[in-house]
């Protein structure tokens, strides 16, 4: 009562001194708008230009995808309604829809589709999808609505990219008329809202596309702050600043569950966490190998770190994608990484000695994940030197093959597709791969090219399993999302994460 | 006067020229020797050894350090500062849009900081000899000991989320919209007219500037109480009790205006580092200003806006020390008889 009296009299106070101003929101309003804390803020407003999956949900707002995916991830057709792969993946034909307007009110035709992901490509101009899409030879226009993308290799994973990282339909005339620089800063796409006000590093005002050709948005106005620190995302959330908010501390998650008027989640994924391994130094031994990912408790990890939600992998796959090996466990047992050690010469009292590298503060928990599992490393025979290194450092070093012999990594996979998981993983021709062998890599790089998608999973399940039975690769857990939200502020659960401002709603 | 200030703006502009290629040779060699790749960083994670060889041949990372060097300044002294390898934008127009808001937090922090300071000061002096002497002593300690990220979070705790009266996210209330015609928030909500984006922006303005002021400020106050019991010795302050003023009229009229010189200096000092404060402060506050963006670039290892940035930080912290040592011209006749 004390307290409370206290606080009123400062209010009154505050109020005469004209200082204050309630942030309480109206039944009306909270129907019309919803304000979201994220994380950061995108590159730039040509979604073909920088591969960032934080960004992707925004983009998602704004542009459409030629094919997209549901909530379980399946591919569904989008502003594509129809479309055919070539048996040998060389092609891929194309049916657009015929009733899609720009927000500028330009009609969209298969001139935009060609424009996307060939030509633009080709002028030079600097985008991420010039690599994702350097395969596409020519694009053939049949009609305003029909076309055929020729690829100078086989591409089975077409479809997929066509649903992923930047490949969002631009407006070809209004960007050659207007140029690059005016579409950056007047960003005109086909999506369910309009950018409406985009402050730097600020706040991003969605407003509803009336005129959209898909199911409209059910909250008028989104505006997206953008709160870069988690414990002021948590306290905007606290405070009724935001309405909704993601990627918190876990802690705060399960504070936040005891709460009335809010509902916090830990979601699982499509983002794996694993450990990628050398095939060399003194991983070289199988033994080695296999005793470290026989010696680590990650159920253990999943309970200390992320509330028991995080599920513990078997292979470099999440459950419910199709490259995901249910029957398959690869178990924690210390005593047998213990005879493994033994049988090449090392155990507790003469453990092998390799080098553990880990970001501290990329992902959550990685460096607390990082120094666990030196610890549970330490009791079977193997001695770790934990280095920290930046993750822009990472990408340096893979790609001169100077990581240690093993890194903790995590490996976002909106699409779920094993291709963007294993392949990209163990792919020795890409900088992602810390392995480099034959036997494993021999096998991702013939995936590459089998064009029939049942033929491809099934490789892809195969090599998966042979590869952790190498030694080859170790997959600790899937990650999690963390949310909180108000509870009458619902919203569509993505297995891959993403956050859709199309599909909020006030309840 | 005019002369004599105009002379040490001159004086100083010569020398800032030099301090900022100093300034800039430095900041480019360290952040060439960092172990971060630009070229790899610039492309897609997709990218192959192969292409990132030859974006770091197009980016002249291969050559020598001076040559690189002798490419960016010439490019700079034309007004291009490089592209930001995560925005894909100039790196010059990242800094201009961001620098107003970074400006009016600064500013709004050093007019507080002042004002704490100056009464602080004050007070601290008024109270010496007396009991509560010691109290507030260990008092302005414990404020001196706090740093700005910690008085940020602080006063995000107390009054964002307990008590709930501020707000501690943006620069303005996401109802509102951010109307553009100088950059300077406050002074275009003013333009077009809209106080009550006037009175958003004020109001987000508060904690982030008080979490700045309050960390800087006691340093002032300290300074201040010792340069008004050195002052206090003085003749003419006796002179001045003779003559029947009182302890006030002393204090106000006779002895501020000595003591404040010595208090100038180190407030120039302080709102130098006050400037580059405000960069773990916005990040804390969201503020969208140059700290936030600074913080991006070190993230993503985006040397160009990192070394466009470092260069604004320098010339502020360099045109707030010639300010000051204007303003100190101004109030010290003595400096100006050479």
């Known amino acids: 009562m004390g307290s409370t009296l206290k606080r009123r009299a400062f209010l009154q106070m505050a109020a005469a001194a004209g200082v204050t101003a309630p942030f309480v929101r109206t039944a009306a309003a909270a129907g019309d708008t919803a304000t979201i804390g994220w994380p950061n803020d995108v590159p730039s407003w040509d979604p073909n230009q920088r591969f960032t999956p934080d960004a992707q949900p925004i983009f998602k707002a704004v542009y459409d995808q030629p094919l997209d995916q549901d909530a379980q991830l399946k591919l569904i057709p989008h502003l594509i309604k129809k479309w055919e792969l070539a048996p040998d993946a060389t092609s891929m034909a194309v049916e657009l829809r015929d009733d899609v307007t720009f927000h500028n009110g330009d009609k969209m035709n298969a001139e935009d589709f060609r424009y996307t992901f060939l030509e633009r490509i080709k002028s030079g101009v600097k985008l991420d999808t010039a690599n994702s899409w350097k395969k596409v030879e020519d694009i053939v226009i049949e009609s305003p609505t029909k076309a055929t993308m020729k690829f100078n290799a086989p591409n089975p994973t077409a479809p997929q990219w066509m649903a992923f990282l930047g490949s969002y339909m631009v407006p070809k005339k209004y960007i050659e008329s207007g140029g690059l620089e005016n579409f950056q800063k007047k960003p005109v796409g086909t999506g369910p809202y309009k950018l409406a006000e985009y402050e730097l590093n600020s706040r991003i005002v969605l407003e509803r596309n009336d005129q959209y050709w898909g199911p409209k948005a059910k909250v008028a106005r989104v505006t997206i702050q953008i709160i870069k620190d988690p414990s002021a995302r948590v306290a905007a959330i606290q405070s009724g600043q935001a309405d909704f908010t993601l990627n918190v501390p876990v802690r705060e998650v399960q504070r936040f569950q005891s709460q009335s008027g809010f509902a916090a989640e830990l979601n699982p994924i499509t983002r794996v966490i694993l450990l990628q391994v050398r095939a060399d130094l003194n991983f070289a031994d199988e033994n080695v190998r296999l005793a470290a990912h026989h010696a680590i408790d990650k159920a253990a990890l999943s309970k200390a770190f992320y509330g028991g939600a995080a599920v513990p992998l078997s292979v470099v796959a999440t459950p419910g994608s199709p490259g995901y090996l249910p029957d398959f466990t690869f178990k924690f047992d210390p005593d047998l990484a213990k005879a493994l050690l033994k049988k090449s010469g090392h155990g507790p009292d003469n453990p092998v000695k390799i080098g553990l590298a880990a970001t501290n503060g990329q992902f959550p928990s990685d460096y607390d994940i990082a120094r666990a599992i030196v610890q549970m490393w330490k009791k079977v025979g193997i001695d770790a030197d934990l280095q920290v290194i930046e993750y822009a450092k990472y990408f340096e070093l893979n790609r001169a093959s100077k990581l240690p012999e093993a890194t903790l990594y995590s490996w976002d996979n909106a699409t779920g597709d094993p291709e963007i998981f294993s392949g990209y993983l163990l792919n020795p021709k890409l900088p992602f791969s810390a392995w480099k062998d034959e036997a494993v890599g021999g096998r991702i790089l013939k995936l590459f090219n089998v064009a029939d998608y049942n033929a491809r999973v099934a490789g892809y399940r195969e090599v998966e399993r042979f590869a952790v039975e190498q030694g080859a690769t170790i997959p600790l857990l899937q990650s999690v999302l963390t949310v909180v939200r108000k509870r009458n502020l619902q919203y569509t659960k993505y297995g891959n994460g993403w956050v859709l401002p199309q599909t909020l709603q006030w309840s | ?338």
């Open chain 2, 1 to 338: 006067m005019l002369v004599t200030v105009a002379q040490l703006v001159a004086r100083r502009l010569l020398a800032a020229v030099l301090i900022l290629f100093v300034v800039s040779a430095l900041l480019f060699c360290v952040l060439r020797k960092l172990p971060v790749d630009p070229a790899a960083m610039s492309l897609p994670t997709t990218a192959t050894i192969a292409e990132v060889e030859a974006k770091r041949h197009e980016m002249g990372l291969d050559r020598p350090l001076p040559e690189q060097y002798a490419i960016w300044l010439t490019d700079a002294l034309h007004g291009d500062f490089g592209r930001s390898i995560q925005f894909g934008r100039d790196a010059g127009s990242l800094v201009a849009a961001t620098l107003p808001a970074t400006i009016e937090l600064a500013g709004a922090a050093m007019v507080l900081a002042a004002i704490l300071g100056l009464g602080g000061g004050l007070l601290l002096f008024h109270l010496r000899g007396t009991f509560v002497e010691a109290v507030a002593d260990l008092a302005s300690i414990l404020l001196l000991s706090i740093p700005e990220f910690l008085w940020g979070l602080i006063l995000l705790f107390v009054f964002g989320v307990v008590l709930q009266v501020l707000p501690f996210t943006g620069a303005v209330s996401p109802n509102l919209p951010q109307p553009h015609v100088t950059g300077f928030l406050l002074l275009d909500a003013l333009w077009v007219g809209r106080l009550d984006v006037f009175a958003s922006a004020l109001r987000h303005l508060i904690l982030p500037a008080f979490a700045l002021g309050l960390a800087f400020s006691p340093a002032i106050m300290r300074v201040l109480r010792s340069s008004l019991f050195d002052v206090y010795h003085e003749d003419y302050i006796q002179q001045a009790r003779l003559r029947g003023l009182s302890e006030r009229q002393i204090l106000l009229r006779h002895a501020l205006k000595n003591a404040a010189l010595p208090t100038l200096t180190l407030a120039g000092v302080q709102f130098g580092i006050l400037f580059s404060g405000t960069l773990l402060v916005e990040l804390i506050y969201s503020y969208p200003g140059m700290g936030n963006l600074m913080v991006d670039a070190v993230r993503n290892a985006d040397l160009p806006l990192i070394q466009a940035i470092g260069l604004t930080y320098c010339v502020a912290v360099l045109l707030i020390n010639t300010v000051v040592d204007s303003l100190y011209l101004v109030l010290n006749p003595k400096l100006r008889v050479r």
